[in-house]
């Protein structure tokens, strides 16, 4: 049997030792009723069948096609030394480092994590890592309603992802809490909306930049504004344009969060991503999730630990913060290695390579008769177009001969049907927009 | 060993690609841009390489050391599992491509693998339907606690609490209560649940039961079938918490043994690797009358033989992530589940519990084991006596990492003193167990003659015992702290 190294003898003699004679007097303890009354699997096959039949299914997936889908989520080059050095199995066959002394690299890779992510957006401190984005935003409004102790109303901003507004809906249902969401403006954030809903009553507010129409803001006046109620500030990112964008440190948000997608995890069919989580000083005790701290060994050397562990739920059970405890440790790693190898240069050089050709396919695309901009104002690497037609049919037809031109909104927001959301990223290249703008013109022709 | 931020050099170039010679201020207002670069480590990409690797020489993992963390079930990580998660026709897959009209057929593949992963997980388990999409063992909790809620909402019920044993893994209480239920614990009795505490505490307002089978000392729940009739008879939910399936596969199927709602945790059983802390898998299984309440999307086959996303069932309990789930787990469990099949999975169960038995069995003369009888895949043992002048688990613990072992879970569960909880996965060969096993008599004989070189433990590692008090007091978080 794979991975079962016993040998028959040594089977034998470890049933002896155990005093029982065969395989099935340790299992004594279930009782007949409860015993299969199927298991109809298949037959184990060799390695090599098992890689033939993945490979077969891989290639059923077609992935040979120019993309501009976005919708926060993009398609980044990774540089190879992230792959080799996540692949050592120092690292990824180990568990969660419950035993410092033995894990001393994990706990120093998750402590740099944290510097790194603290100084790209300007928090005071952060975690290990949650799920993914929108858990990341669940969890950071629920700092918000522990804080502000009794308040039950959440203000979310309708260009907000929706893919994770659905989820805070889902997550919410039994918690007694009052979801206002505050409607965009011809895809923008609705910052005075937000600041007329956000009350003494409420216990968090969200936003997202560059929003998920791509527009970029400065929420300083919301988070102002918060502050002055008493309310939680939540400012969700995009991290690869923190190396350029005003940081929500900068804006004075109490949380930042963000999906990390964007440094160093391909897009794997939707995960393993990584959620990140970010908070002001006052806030730390509230943060979910592993913390590492450093601090000395009995001969003053330096070293980290897990630290503030009374908050988890190994220890304080219903009353935690969180339920969480496996988190995306090793897509963490990922995300510093990939920040590491491009430095700040790199990834300010990345973000602009980004901004240059989405606004050459802007200009390139509301050139085409019909097709102009959703919204007016700045942007980053993504923007959102009104077509003379239905975005559905046109990504259809274009999908068809290879090009997927974007992801069509009407599939989140109603009336906006004919809205196209481009991505660029620093793979694509002029003439891949070149040729994506030459089909679409024809096909509106 | 110093930092990344440590080693940096200003100006020193990384992986700078000369993309292009643009600025983001040609494109934002100065506004909106960061007022400063941001403080990220300048390194030449062998330096980076270096870093890591020399990290990664600080570290135990299953491939360097015996790890036999209780409930953890770090079994080896077949190495041709990575190879299949990084086919390119999978990590450049971008989720959205399968919720395009148009693109559908260029998902058929991972569609696949979720549909019959999905089947596969149904008859190991004997559920009806599951879910992939919950992304860790606590994540599936939470989202088996929303369906229970869920059931009874749609019936009407007025039911607000959750029965949680006091073995329980400290994720189930918090789990029901973020699903909103109050949590009551019920003491257990010879180390499983006591029949008699669990119908005290059983009344119409108890929504569900999370139990742990075999439970967090590796002891089987044995009053199980009596146990199932009384929360069925209140109309309450059994819920099952799949850390310690690697004891039963082939053995029992949950749902036949009347659970109506499981959890996997794809990182242990399935052979996943763990990462350091994650990312895990955490599917969960339903029976017949809870699979409207699943989360959506749902991937169903056409009669065309064709994968499709279904999002219409209106009493699901919504999106619990963002697509479907942690997709490369997933195929990694997905192919060893192909390569173990039934009987491989059995053959799993089984050398999983001789071994732990095994182990039970060599040190019941030496270490105290309160619960000592035939155990499942874990037992626990316990520091106490006199004999050991002293010395706790803690310190065996340590001592064991000096010899090059990992330590067992230690302190947990709570309900056992100077708890040491040992699991040591049936991919371990005798000559690895009986040197640990040696290494751990060793140790505790040692205790009689030199408990210091014990309490002094470790000393072979690039650190000595941390300090955690001062960690928890001083609070540096980040290598910008500690300055004030």
């Known amino acids: 049997m794979p991975y079962v190294p016993h040998t028959e ?16 007097e340790l299992f004594a303890d279930i009782p007949p009723e409860l015993r299969p009354k199927s298991f109809d699997l298949p037959k184990g096959l060799s390695e ?160 997202q930049n560059p929003n998920f129409f791509g527009q970029v803001n400065d929420f300083t ?111 963490a790693l990922r995300t510093l290695v990939h920040m590491s190898l491009l430095g700040p240069g790199g990834l300010e050089q990345t973000a602009a390579r980004c901004m240059e050709l989405a606004h050459f396919a802007a200009k390139r695309l509301t050139a085409i008769p019909g097709v102009e901009m959703y919204s007016e104002g700045p942007f980053c690497n993504e923007f959102a177009l009104k077509l003379p037609v239905s975005a559905y049919d046109v990504v259809d037809a274009l999908t068809e001969r290879g090009y997927v031109p974007g992801f069509p909104l009407g599939r989140y927001y109603d009336g906006l049907e004919n809205c196209l959301l481009v991505a660029c990223t620093e793979k694509h290249t002029r003439e891949d927009i070149g040729i994506m703008a030459e089909m679409l013109g024809g096909l509106l022709k | ?79 041709f599992t990575e190879n299949v998660a990084a086919l390119p026709g999978f990590t450049r897959l971008h989720p959205l491509a399968a919720q395009l009209k148009g693109a559908g057929h260029f998902t058929q593949g991972a569609l696949e693998v979720m549909y019959d992963m999905e089947s ?22 939470l989202t088996g606690a929303m369906i229970i809620a869920a059931y009874h909402k749609s019936k009407g019920n007025k039911k607000t609490k959750i029965i949680c044993p006091d073995s329980a893994h400290g994720t189930n209480p918090a789990s029901a209560a973020l699903a909103g239920f109050d949590v009551v614990t019920i003491e257990s009795k010879d180390g499983i649940v006591d029949p008699e505490a669990l119908r005290a505490a059983l009344d119409d307002e108890v929504a569900g039961v999370m139990l742990t089978c075999p439970n967090t000392l590796g002891l089987f729940e044995s009053h199980l079938p009596e146990i199932v009739k009384m929360i069925h008879d209140v109309d309450a939910l059994l819920y099952y918490d799949g850390a310690n399936m690697n004891a039963i596969m082939g053995k029992m199927r949950v749902g036949d043994a009347g659970f109506d709602v499981v959890h996997w945790n794809l990182h242990k059983t399935l052979g996943t690797p763990h990462g350091g802390g994650g990312p895990g898998s955490g599917p969960v299984g339903v029976c017949e009358k809870l699979v409207p309440f699943l989360p959506i999307s749902r991937v169903k086959k056409l009669e065309d033989g064709r994968y499709v996303l279904d999002y219409d069932h209106p009493q699901s309990i919504g999106y619990m992530a963002p697509f479907y789930g942690n997709f490369g ?23 999983a519990v001789l071994s732990a038995n095994y182990m039970r069995k060599r040190l019941e003369d030496v270490l105290e084991i309160p619960y000592n009888r035939i155990c499942m895949h874990e037992f626990v043992a316990s520091a106490v006596g006199e004999k050991l002048n002293g010395v706790r688990a803690l310190d065996i613990a340590k001592a ?46 040692r205790a009689e003659t030199d408990p210091d070189s014990i309490k002094a433990a470790p000393v072979t590692l690039p650190v000595t015992r941390l300090d955690e008090t001062k960690a928890a007091r001083d609070m540096v978080l980040t290598d910008d702290c500690g300055c004030e």
Do not use: W
């Open chain 1, 9 to 24: 003898e040594e089977t034998k003699q470890m049933l002896k030792t155990v005093g029982v004679t065969s395989m099935d």
């Open chain 1, 221 to 331: 006046k919301l988070c102002d504004h918060a502050r002055s109620v008493k309310a939680t500030s939540v400012v969700s990112v995009y991290p690869l344009m923190q190396s350029v964008l005003k940081t929500p440190g900068e804006m004075g948000a109490d949380v930042a969060v963000a999906e990390a997608q964007s440094l160093g995890q391909p897009l794997s069919f939707g995960g393993p991503y990584l959620g990140i989580m970010a908070c002001t000083k006052k806030m730390v005790r509230q943060l979910p999730g592993r913390i590492v701290g450093r601090t000395v060994d009995s001969q003053d050397r330096t070293g980290y630990v897990l630290t503030l562990q009374a908050r988890e739920q190994h220890i304080r059970r219903q009353k935690a913060t969180s339920n969480i405890c496996s988190n995306q440790a090793l897509c």
């Open chain 2, 120 to 141: 596969l997980l149904c008859e190991i388990t004997g559920m009806a339907g599951y879910t992939l999409h919950p992304m860790a063992g606590a994540h599936g909790e």
């Open chain 2, 400 to 445: 064991l990492l000096d010899k090059g072992h990992h330590a067992p879970t230690i302190y947990f569960p709570l309900i056992v003193k100077e708890c040491m909880m040992m699991e040591p996965t049936e991919t371990e060969c005798k000559d690895t167990l009986d040197g640990f096993l040696d290494d751990l008599i060793e140790i505790v004989k």
């Open chain 1, 48 to 207: 090599m069948e098992v890689m033939a039949r993945m490979e077969r299914l891989a290639a059923r997936n077609k992935v040979d096609v120019v993309s501009f889908l976005g919708a926060g989520f993009y398609d980044h080059h990774i540089p190879a030394a992230v792959d080799a050095l996540i692949s050592r199995g120092e690292f990824y066959t180990a568990y969660t480092p419950y035993q410092p002394e033995a894990s001393q690299g994990t706990l120093q890779a998750i402590f740099e994590f944290q510097t790194a992510i603290c100084r790209l957006l300007d928090m005071d401190c952060t975690n290990a890592s949650v799920y993914d984005g929108g858990s990341a935003i669940f969890e950071a409004m629920m700092m918000g309603v522990r804080a502000s102790k009794k308040r039950r109303k959440l203000v979310i901003s309708e260009a907000l992802s929706p893919i994770y507004r659905i989820m805070l809906s889902s997550y919410t249902s039994n918690l007694n809490l009052e979801l206002v969401t505050v409607p965009h403006k011809q895809g923008q954030t609705d910052i005075k909306g937000l600041m007329d809903a956000v009350d003494t009553d409420t216990a968090a507010v969200v936003v």
């Open chain 2, 1 to 79: 060993m110093r930092t990344l931020f440590e080693k940096s050099t200003p100006c020193r170039k990384g992986m700078c690609n000369n993309l292009t010679t643009s600025k983001a201020a040609d494109y934002l207002p100065a506004e909106m841009m960061r007022g400063s670069r941001v403080r990220l480590p300048e390194l030449g990409e062998l330096d980076v390489v270096r870093h890591f690797t020399r990290l990664s020489k600080r570290n135990f993992g299953v491939d360097g050391n015996f790890y036999p963390l209780g409930s953890c079930t770090m079994k080896y990580n077949p190495k």
């Open chain 2, 329 to 351: 787990v997933m195929l990694k469990a997905y192919a060893y589940v192909l390569r173990l099949g039934g009987e491989g999975l059995t053959r799993a169960s089984e050398n």
